[in-house]
């Protein structure tokens, strides 16, 4: 069974991944592509700059939080060069995640029962920081959720094996520079099959490799469960 099918078959059972209404009216979708001609043409490759533009789009919408992304071919990854050039190589420019942009230090919670499956610190500018992989079981099918961009502070206390239950806090989303010099947010992501990677997995793909990276990497908003995706 896919894994999209198995999570709509159990969405009642996933708590919020954030402590905020997802679906209330403070909350607004954030476009990151080419499409929205203000982030097109913005210079984002100083982190300050790039906060002052998330704070105006929320304005723009009288929301504080911003959410969106999945499958979303964005033009933001241009300000790093760990998303790969585009010139001799197809860039990697394709979400594969969903994040939700609100203020540092707002816990984190396990979605589900789970134990943690890995940990890293990926701290390349425009990477995820400090990260969490944790290993979920449904009818018998293992899958991962992975979160980005968190604070190291209660990151530096976790450890492999952990075992966490459905409701608990475990993280917090972390400030500049320390979550890979990024506006304060959550990346959200679910994945099928690790493919034997620990600590980290790719959140941004290729666009001609939408196909198979949507099938292993299935949209996060069947456990967050927001209107706006």
């Known amino acids: 069974m896919p894994l999209s099918f198995l999570l709509q078959k159990h969405q009642a059972e996933f708590g919020p991944v954030l402590p905020v209404d997802l679906n209330g009216p ?15 043409t913005a ?7 790039f906060e002052v533009l998330v704070a105006q789009l929320l304005v723009a919408q009288r929301a504080t939080i911003g959410i969106g992304g999945y ?6 990854y241009r300000r790093s060069a760990h998303f790969g050039p585009g010139v001799v ?7 594969l995640g969903v994040d939700v942009w609100l203020a540092a230090g707002t816990p984190v919670l396990a979605p589900l ?7 890293a610190d990926n701290d390349n500018f425009g990477d995820y920081g400090p990260t969490v992989i ?10 991962y959720s992975l979160y980005g961009h968190l604070s190291r502070q209660e990151w530096r206390s976790l450890r492999v094996g952990q075992v966490l239950t459905r409701g608990e806090a ?7 520079p320390e979550n890979g010099d990024w506006p304060p947010h959550l990346h959200f992501q679910l994945i099928a099959d690790m493919q034997g990677r620990v600590g ?5 793909a290729r666009p001609s490799e939408r196909e198979q990276w949507a099938a292993l990497c299935p949209n996060p908003n069947l456990v967050l469960q927001s209107r706006l995706i």
Do not use: Q
């Open 113 to 119: 029962a789970a134990t943690i499956h890995s940990l």
């Open 170 to 176: 475990f993280a917090t989303v972390g400030p500049f």
């Open 200 to 204: 980290d997995f790719p959140g941004v």
């Open 89 to 95: 190589e197809e860039a990697r420019s394709l979400h």
């Open 71 to 76: 499958l979303e071919d964005r033009v933001i």
């Open 26 to 40: 403070d909350v607004a979708r954030l476009d990151f592509s080419a499409a929205n001609a203000l982030v097109a």
């Open 43 to 49: 210079d984002l490759r100083g982190t300050a700059a």
């Open 134 to 143: 944790l290993e979920h079981e449904l009818d018998g099918t293992t899958f």
